[in-house]
């Protein structure tokens, strides 16, 4: 019920349609110019609901799941490393008649919206990067160190190690209601094994000094971006470390870079209404 109530208050409308082998469920609304937005790692379309509301009056907005992710197929033979999804993303966007569209993504998605920019320059309006995974920043985050430990907390097995991913990804967790938030909890854990694969697929990444890292790998495409960039970040962020917005801002051609005070990892999530008025106004300067 809940889920159906911010979805209406979205004026989103969730629908499916089949690439390939995959069943990609999404949601879609609104009118204008096309935005797709990506979620970040063990994420789903629900994430960008509530920013999502602040879209769907000026833009066709379609957020899906990816595939392997939230109510998408998940096909244990098919392989989920970035150049599968790029690709499927692609196909996704073609099914759906969309020719050019402003894309956007969280973590893993902006790593792989990039990836998209990248290898369709020619599709994408603009690019907006929120928190991406990909880059390098000079100080390493609280996720790289308990990766580094052999520790991944972003694959929750328990209630309790979700409870420790809210407590990582957010300043401060948006409110959910105590049973649906053991329904969140109870389905990612459900999700565990095939999260594990995908991170496996992925291989995000190996940093510098070899250790199994979020980071790295993203920046030699990043002479490819030819459309404009706002990069956007959490100063608290504990999942990836807020110095990767320099060093995007130092590598990138144009990029305009807004750091968001007391934010975490999610700020689409965690303040909806300050991220979203971000992009917007980003999106109605290049159109």
Known sequence: MIEMGERHIAGLVKKEVQVDDHRIVYLEGGK???ILLLHGFGGDKYLWMRFARYLT??????????????ESSQIPTATYDADSQVKRIDRFVRALDIERFHLAGNSMGGLLAALYAAAYPEKVITLSLLAPAGV???RPSELVLLLR???NPLIAGSPAEYDRLLGLCFVKPPFVPAEFKKMLAADAVSHRGFNEKIWNDMRLHRGRDGSFSPESHLEPYLPKLLAPVLVLWGDSDRVLDAGGAAVLEKKLRTARVVVMKETGHMPMLEKPRETA????AFLGENR
């Open 277 to 280: 008025a971000a992009v917007v």
């Open 57 to 70: 009056d000026l833009y066709r907005v379609a957020i899906p799941d990816l595939p392997g992710f939230g």
């Open 136 to 138: 390098e920043s000079p």
């Open 149 to 151: 430990k052999g520790i």
């Open 32 to 34: 204008g110019e096309a």
